[in-house]
């Protein structure tokens, strides 16, 4: 190792950072750069990166501002970070993580190893059962508002290795570029979609929620993945207790609930009967309310439970239409057609088919008519004729039923025609 360089920084660190950026298959960021361009001169390019974080003079690039549309309709802000910073940030994050993940939370589920979003769902099912009310929280804002002096401080509870304070001190304060190359300064916050970002998030929410809940409130039960945090209550009485508790404690964090988001929830099922309250509420892709459910012995009975929620479905079946773009694949073969949807669909049934596989139905049978216009475009003899596209489908299931991933799951589509 170099012992002029100001930081001592193992270069096997940046070429595991570099695999890690790899897997996860991000696009260019404000330079426009690609994986392939950046690959294209790896070895020179890794080194320059060692280089400056060893010396102390590597400077964050700016992040690429990109606006997505959410499905109610509001806007999601992302920052997107250059190949060679998520790199970097990948660096620190190989190197703070093993320090802090043993001190987290056991119902801290977001972006840690080995655990889920499913794992929180489960947990969120169970505790819904066994406590009546929930508390259905939204931080204004989060990711845009973090105090950076505040984050700082809750970093170094953990570290005192100065490249790593440095850098994050860095990224925190690092410039936003628009799409229309505007530039613009940032003061508070850490841009969703950098890598170093969700591992900050859980070590501020680690000491600003989950700790303090641990020593002031350890009867009360919960689960956070990053900023989206469910609380369990046994009444509306402590409900109420804890959400003014939590507001005050945010406050000193500097953040806020957002009042229009934050919800109370009455779990009702058929041994809780109240009415006027809102029985309903979101969490990691899934809405949890009253359904008919069967018990083992065949009667049926109300539970508090979750399933794909309508935004969630609504998405995946605009990613069928605009993102699929089947009418444009005519040149396939069927064969070619499944290898290209299968690992997408597979991904959402093992998903949102984990709780109540049936509310899913309703963007697999969404998959089936898009398969059909697919065929009514590719094969002229049933051009124009919905009916016999949809029995031809219906023909293929039967004898292939193996062919498309989600056939497994609806029996009614490989019955004979």
């Known amino acids: 190792m170099n012992s002029a360089k100001a930081f001592t920084i193992p270069k096997v660190l940046i070429w595991d950072a570099y695999q890690d950026v790899k897997k996860s298959k991000g696009g260019p960021g404000a330079d426009g750069q690609t994986m392939e361009e950046f690959e294209g001169n790896l070895k020179n390019n890794l080194y320059r990166i060692w280089n400056r974080m060893s010396s102390g003079s590597y400077i964050p690039p700016p992040v690429l501002w ?100 440095l850098y994050i001190a860095r990224w925190l304060k690092a410039d936003i570029v628009l799409k229309d190359k505007q530039l613009l300064h940032r003061k508070t916050g850490t841009p969703q979609g950098g890598v170093i970002s969700p591992l900050l998030a859980n070590i501020f929410l680690h000491l600003g929620f989950d700790q303090w809940m641990k020593e002031q409130h350890p009867d009360i039960h919960f689960e956070r993945y990053a900023d989206d945090i469910v609380v369990h209550c046994r009444s509306r009485v402590q409900l109420e207790m804890i959400k003014q ?77 605009r993102e699929w773009k089947l009418n444009t694949r005519t040149h396939l073969s069927l064969n070619a057609l499944a290898d290209f949807i299968n690992p997408v669909v597979t991904g959402w049934v093992n998903y949102f088919g984990k709780f109540c596989r049936s509310e899913l139905h309703s963007v697999l049978n969404h998959v089936n008519l898009t398969l059909a216009r697919w065929a009514r475009r590719k094969y002229k003899h049933l051009q124009r004729r919905k009916t016999k596209a949809d029995a031809w489908l219906k023909g293929v299931a039967h004898r292939s039923p193996q062919l498309f991933s989600h056939w497994q799951y609806q029996s009614w589509m490989t019955r004979a025609v």
Do not use: M
């Not at 769902?121 to 929930?134: G, I, L, M, P, Y």
């Open 245 to 321: 508790r939590i507001e005050e404690r945010l406050k000193l964090c500097r953040l806020r609930l957002n009042p229009e988001k934050t919800r109370i929830v009455y779990c009702k099922d058929s041994n809780r009967t109240e009415d006027g309250h809102c029985n309903s509420f979101d969490f990691l892709g899934y809405t949890f309310r009253p359904r008919s459910a069967r018990n083992q012995r065949g009667k049926f009975f109300v539970s508090f439970s979750p399933a794909i929620s309508q935004k969630s479905a609504k998405k995946l079946r605009q990613t069928v239409k």
């Open 66 to 165: 990109v606006e997505i549309p959410k499905p109610d309709g509001g806007i999601r802000q992302l920052g997107i970070p250059t190949i060679s910073d998520r790199i970097a940030q990948a660096a620190v994050k190989r190197y703070l993580e093993p320090k802090v993940e043993p001190f987290f939370h056991d119902d801290s589920y977001g972006y840690r190893p080995g655990r889920s979003a499913l794992d929180a769902v489960a947990t969120a099912r169970q505790r819904c059962w066994r406590s009546n009310w929930v508390l259905d929280l939204d931080i204004s804002a989060f990711f845009d508002t973090l105090d950076h002096d505040l984050v700082l401080r809750a970093v170094t509870r953990f570290t005192t290795c100065k490249w790593v304070l």
